[in-house]
């Protein structure tokens, strides 16, 4: 070999090996950039697992809510019937208390009126039997004033 072909053929050596130590470098970084993603792919399917797991349990919270809501809401729905009876019932007992006392106050006032009517009789028959009395006392002084 003559020393031009010796020559090219080190540099292209060279020229290799240069070429082979980049490969080699680019394949290393490439390798840690492959294991980098695949720790984050790693770690990704960790999170999402947990907000798996928390949406999860989210849900199942809402679940309770929403079933306590429902609940809650029969619960007020059989209150307001309730309250709309005991109105009812108030209403009607109102009604009655009402009319009771009507008729207690007629009966009062019939009381009064029979009071009154009855003060004067006695007070009417009193004064006849005073008048009686009166008159009574007066023919005697006449008779006994007649005598004397």
């Known amino acids: 070999m003559d020393d031009e072909t010796l020559e090219t053929f080190l540099r292209q050596q ?14 290393a970084s490439l390798q840690a950039r492959q294991d980098a993603v695949l720790e984050a792919v790693a770690g990704a399917r960790e999170m999402s697992a947990e907000v798996h797991s928390g949406t999860k349990r989210v849900s199942q919270r809402l679940d309770l809510a929403c079933s306590a809501m429902n609940t809650v809401s029969v619960v007020l729905k059989d209150v307001a019937e309730m309250v709309m009876l005991a109105w009812e019932r108030a209403k009607a007992l109102n009604k009655k208390i009402v009319d009771t006392a009507k008729v207690i106050a007629d009966e009062q006032n019939k009381l009064a009126d029979f009071t009154v009517k009855f003060m004067i009789q006695v007070g009417g028959e009193k004064a006849q039997a005073a008048a009686r009395k009166i008159n009574a006392e007066t023919e005697n002084g006449t008779q006994e004033g007649g005598s004397r």
């Open 14 to 27: 060279q020229e290799i090996e240069s070429l082979a130590e980049d490969i080699a470098c680019r394949v």
